[in-house]
């Protein structure tokens, strides 16, 4: 059974800091790996898409990394600010799988 | 705006009560899903259309019926809720294809939520 774990669960950093964010993931079977991004009391932007194939994406000043082998993805968030300030989700789709198993999220705040 | 929206975005009901939830994708997809995000827990998957296939999670109560008239419109109908079922309720889409029986599934988008209460 896929579980899928994120660490910190919270994290306080200035604004300006470059920051990581972990995901792991139990089995390594993955058809893709979804990164979101949710505002308190709102739905879920998707923020990057990881096939299994590849190793990373980026968009802006994210950047998301895939090691299926070891069963970890991070999202590497530069020069963070404010407006950044949200919890993060991972979640994974297994091979031939509708399903996206996700992690419980690491909450952000990027204090000014 | 992710081009899926939900109605209500805040509903208060009664155990007794019978409501209907409401999601529509303008995106063209072909998929749509139901997920249930509780406090302190992960996102679960409730219900899923999928290439006009209804997959349905097993440990979903039968208090909740979905039903997909079409690609667009995805609809979680709710009866004798309890408290316990309050939570903010996700829709999403995606588009997914099937070429000579192989599946491949894309991002998926998700929808603003509907808060729901149960008294």
């Known amino acids: 059974k896929q579980e899928v774990t994120q660490i910190p669960a919270a994290l306080s950093v200035p604004e300006g800091e470059n920051l990581v964010l972990n995901c792991s993931f139990t089995?390594?079977?993955?058809?893709?790996l979804q990164w979101f991004r949710q505002d308190p009391g709102k739905g879920l932007t998707s923020l990057l898409l990881?096939?299994?194939?590849?190793r990373e994406q980026t968009s802006g000043r994210l950047n998301a990394s895939l090691d299926k082998s070891s069963g970890r993805s991070t999202l590497y968030i530069a020069a963070s600010q404010p407006g950044d300030s949200a919890t993060y989700l991972c979640?994974?789709?297994?091979?031939?799988?509708?399903?996206?198993?996700f992690g419980s999220g690491t909450r952000l705040l990027v204090r000014p | 705006e992710t081009g899926v929206t939900q109605t209500p975005r805040h509903l208060v009901m009664g155990m007794t009560n019978k409501k209907s939830l409401k999601c529509e994708q303008h995106?063209?997809?072909?998929?749509m899903y139901w997920y249930k995000q509780s406090a302190k827990k992960p996102l679960e998957l409730m219900f899923v259309?999928?290439?006009?296939?209804?997959?349905e999670n097993n440990s979903v109560p039968s208090r909740f019926s979905p039903e997909c008239p079409n690609s667009s419109h995805l609809f979680l109908h709710l009866h004798t809720l309890q408290p316990e079922d309050s939570a903010l309720y996700l829709c999403?889409?995606?588009?997914?294809?099937?070429?000579?029986?192989?599946?491949?599934?894309?991002?998926?988008?998700f929808g603003p939520g509907t808060r729901l209460t149960v008294l």
């Open positions: 999403a889409s995606s588009q997914d294809r099937r070429t000579s029986g192989v599946y491949s599934y894309n991002e998926q988008f």
């Open positions: 089995d390594s079977a993955i058809y893709n």
């Open positions: 990881i096939q299994s194939s590849q």
């Open positions: 979640a994974v789709r297994g091979d031939s799988s509708y399903k996206l198993i």
């Open positions: 995106l063209g997809h072909n998929a």
């Open positions: 259309y999928s290439l006009e296939e209804r997959v």
